[in-house]
């Protein structure tokens, strides 16, 4: 087995929600600060879209194989997905991520199964599992 190292630069200028920064990803920037809803510049991403980005970049990757796996029709995979902040501004918690996988291209009639397949991307998509035990985690709607 073989240990992975990733590694993002942040850079941050201005005190809380009045702050903004850059984070570097490779050869890619992007610009983030406090989202708009908590008193922020909503400027660029917020952490909270950074977080939902991640589990779901992961998660649609993750479903995409197991449908490939099954052999169920796939063309495409779009993937909304809601975070929810709860006890905003005094007790703030990430408290749920609800992805709702959309199937392109996929065969009505086995309904279920790609619910089943959505569900199980959900347990075994990595980045998700990282939020397991801290932030309600769920897959929504299946649509086809």
Known sequence: MTDLKFEVNANWSGVGANGEGHLT??????LYSSPAE????????????LLIG????????TLFAILTKRRLPVE?????AEGM?????TQTNFSQLVVHPTIIGGDS?????????????????????????????QVGKVQL
């Not at 902040?85 to 501004?89: A, E, F, L, N, Q």
């Open 25 to 30: 990803m490779g050869d890619k920037t992007v």
């Open 38 to 49: 908590m008193g922020g510049k909503g400027a660029g991403v917020s952490p909270e879209d």
């Open 54 to 61: 991640a589990v779901t970049t992961c998660y649609s990757g």
């Open 76 to 80: 495409t995979i779009s993937v909304r």
């Open 85 to 89: 902040v709860t006890g905003y501004p």
């Open 109 to 137: 009639s086995k309904q279920d199964e790609y619910e089943k397949a959505a569900t199980m991307a959900r347990d075994k998509c990595f980045i998700g599992k990282s939020i397991t035990g801290n932030i309600d985690y």
